[in-house]
C-alpha cells in the first residue's frame, strides 16, 4: 500500500455561531490543508498519482474559501465553518474529484487552524 501526502493552504476568516468565548467574534486563520490518499498499486510510470495533479485537484477546492468570510460561503452558511466541519466539506469535495482516478483512495484530510492546533478527517 502506498499513502501519499500533500500540503496546500488558504487564508479565510470566520465566527462560530453559539461559541461562548472569543471565537464567536470575527477572526481569522491561515490554514493548511494535508491530504492524504492511498493506492494498492502504480501506474504504468510507476507512480500512484501524479502530486501535481492532486495538487490542484486540491487546489479548486480550497480556492473557494480562500480570502473569504467561510460564514458566507455555502455551506457555511447553515452549518457551523468549525474546523471539523471545514475539514469534512474539504473531504467530501475531493472524494467526488478523485473518482475519476481509479485506484485511489482518499485516506484523511488534515486541517490546521494554527500551528498548535488540528483536525482529521476520515471515514472511518
Not at 479565510?12 to 471565537?23: D, F, M, V
Request: glycine content about 6%; some cysteine; charged content about 20%.
Amino acid at each position: 500500500m502506498y499513502e501519499l501526502m500533500i500540503e496546500t493552504g488558504f487564508a479565510s476568516a470566520h465566527q462560530l455561531r453559539g461559541y461562548k468565548g472569543k471565537c464567536e467574534n470575527l477572526h481569522g486563520h491561515n490554514w493548511r490543508v494535508q491530504v492524504y490518499v492511498s493506492a494498492q498499486h502504480l501506474n504504468n510510470i510507476d507512480i500512484a498519482i501524479d502530486f501535481h495533479e492532486l495538487k490542484r485537484l486540491t487546489g479548486e477546492i480550497v480556492n473557494q474559501l480562500d480570502h473569504k468570510m467561510l460564514n458566507q460561503v455555502f455551506p457555511f452558511t447553515e452549518i457551523n465553518p468549525s474546523s471539523e466541519n471545514i475539514a469534512k466539506w474539504i473531504f467530501d469535495s475531493l472524494k467526488k474529484r478523485l473518482g475519476e482516478y481509479n485506484g485511489i483512495s482518499l485516506s484523511a484530510v488534515t486541517l490546521w487552524e494554527s500551528d498548535t492546533a488540528s483536525v482529521t478527517y476520515t471515514e472511518d
